[in-house]
Structures are given as C-alpha cells and as structure tokens.
C-alpha cells in the first residue's frame, strides 16, 4: 500500500494539502512516501486459494527483505505444522538475509526474482566465477550445464555437462584462445557418464548467494510457482481496491497497521468461508 509519487502524503486536490510553493528547492523537510504492506501470502493449488498468513508495515521507501525475513522467521511459531514447500517473491528481496532465511530455517525452495549486478554484464567471467547471470552453472569453458533437478533430503541442486562439448554444441560463452571442444577437458574420460557434476546449495562455490536458486530460473516449475505467489499478492491488491484501501484512509504507521490487520482477518473469512460453501455444495451433489 503506498503514498503519492511526490513529496506529500495527500493529493493535489486534498482540502489540507499544504499551499507552499512546490519548487524542491523552496520546500522545507523531506518527503514521505506514505507506507508499504508486507504480506506473507499462502498460496494452496490444489484448493486454489490464498490467505495471508502474517504482514507487516514499513515506509513505502525502506528495505523489505529484512522485515520480511523476520516473518519468515515467525512462521514456525504461529503455524508449527505448516510445510512449506517454496517462497516467492520479487527482486527486492533477492538479498542474502532472505535468501538465507528460506534456506536455512524453512528448508524450502528460493523461488525468487534475482537483481543483477555490473559484473554480470561481463560474459567472459562467467566461466571464472562459475555461472551465468541466471545463476546457472558453467564450466571452465563457457558451457553452460544442465539442471538435473533438486534433491530436497540434502538440499541441493545437481548440474551436469553431460559432455556437451562432444555433442556439437556451441558454448555460450566462447573463450578467445580455446580450442572447441577442448580436449584437454578432464570430464570428456569414458568413465565419467554425464561429465562434470556441480552441487550447488545455499551458495555457489565462491560463497556468492545473490544469483543462487533451487529451481532453474525461467523454466516451466519456475513461471508457474512464481506465477502464483504473485497471483496471490495480487489478488489480495485488488481485494483491498475494492474495498477503499489503495489509499490509507487513516495516519500513522499504528493506525495503518491496525486497519491492515482488520482487512487481512475479514479477507481471511471471507475466503474461509467460501471454502465452506463449496466444500458442502460438493457434498450435497455427491
């Protein structure tokens, strides 16, 4: 939920808007972006709903990975049989405290948008570093691997080559002073049946976890789990609208989160109560 995109909380036409100039130069203080709500959505596709789970407020203008890491933190403590099986979100929180967060206290699968840096526009270091700008592996050289899938008992997940370079393939980053494919490659031996072999966990091996992920970002298990976390947050978006929220009817950090919560609970209900509905529509026709 957010202010205006200016230097005041209240629209042009608002009776209290304050009459001083509106040059930046002549306006005392500092702007104030009004408020942002972080919601922690849980999204079930087999029933197909959502409910938020818990939330918080902050300025529209600070960080949402850290607060929302502390969500995640609670969550075993208000739903202690709750499994989760992914999180979601947007690149805002693609840092390492959330990042860590999911990994390590949820054990569940990263699916979220990454934040590129300047060095990923550099290809010829990919094969130094050990990955592309997606964060999927790449040989010494400059192929990329193949994701072989995600072991959830060790959290994990394999890559291999699987000798692309004596299939034909073009590598995708080509090195200057390399022969292709390059036979001095020590995982082209017989006995080495798909190649060479990367597990990557929490981090990648230069302790990087910016671009780490436990699903391969863009595939298809990838679009539709981020798909429907977004579904969900937006769903929750439009839900508000309706009901006169885009803009906080209210001020103060306290008196907008105790309005959230209020509509939080109702939208809960309501979904709860159509889950009902139907579960005994259901029944009756059976």
């Known amino acids: 939920m957010s202010g205006t995109p200016s230097g005041s909380n209240q629209p042009a036409d608002h009776p209290n808007r304050s009459t001083e100039a509106q040059d930046p130069a002549l306006e005392p203080g500092e702007g104030h972006y009004g408020y942002r709500s972080l919601p922690l959505r849980l999204a079930d596709p087999?029933?197909?709903?959502?409910?938020?789970?818990?939330?918080?407020?902050?300025?529209?203008?600070?960080?949402?990975?850290l607060p929302s890491s502390a969500l995640l933190l609670q969550l075993k403590t208000h739903y202690p049989d709750l499994q989760v099986d992914a999180v979601a979100g947007d690149a805002g929180l693609g840092f390492e405290s959330f990042l860590h967060t999911i990994y390590v206290h949820l054990h569940a699968r990263r699916v979220v948008d990454q934040h590129q840096h300047a060095t990923d526009r550099d290809k010829s270091q990919w094969p130094t570093r050990g990955y592309d700008d997606r964060g999927r592996p790449m040989c010494n050289y400059g192929y990329g691997l193949l994701s072989y899938g995600f072991d959830r008992e060790r959290q994990r997940h394999k890559?291999?080559?699987?000798?692309?370079?004596?299939?034909?393939?073009?590598?995708?980053?080509?090195?200057?002073?390399?022969?292709?494919?390059?036979?001095?490659?020590?995982?082209?031996?017989?006995?080495?049946?798909?190649?060479?072999?990367?597990?990557?966990?929490?981090?990648f091996a230069d302790t990087s976890i910016r671009l780490a992920r436990d699903i391969p970002v863009g595939s298809p298990t990838w679009k539709a789990l981020y798909h429907r976390a977004r579904n969900a947050v937006e769903g929750r978006n439009a839900t508000f609208e309706d009901w006169g929220l885009k803009r906080m009817p209210v001020f103060g950090m306290l008196r907008a989160?105790?309005?959230?919560?209020?509509?939080?609970?109702?939208?809960?209900?309501?979904?709860?109560?159509?889950?009902?509905?139907?579960?005994?529509?259901?029944?009756?026709?059976?």
Do not use: M
Request: charged fraction near 20%; include cysteine.
């Open 46 to 65: 087999r029933r197909r709903f959502s409910i938020t789970l818990l939330s918080d407020v902050h300025p529209a203008n600070g960080h949402e990975d």
């Open 159 to 203: 890559w291999c080559c699987d000798k692309s370079c004596l299939q034909g393939k073009d590598p995708q980053v080509r090195l200057a002073q390399v022969v292709y494919p390059p036979p001095e490659c020590p995982f082209q031996a017989n006995e080495l049946l798909h190649g060479r072999v990367i597990n990557v966990g929490e981090r």
């Open 257 to 286: 989160k105790a309005l959230l919560f209020l509509a939080d609970a109702l939208d809960t209900f309501t979904t709860l109560a159509r889950l009902v509905r139907q579960a005994t529509q259901a029944h009756c026709s059976s």
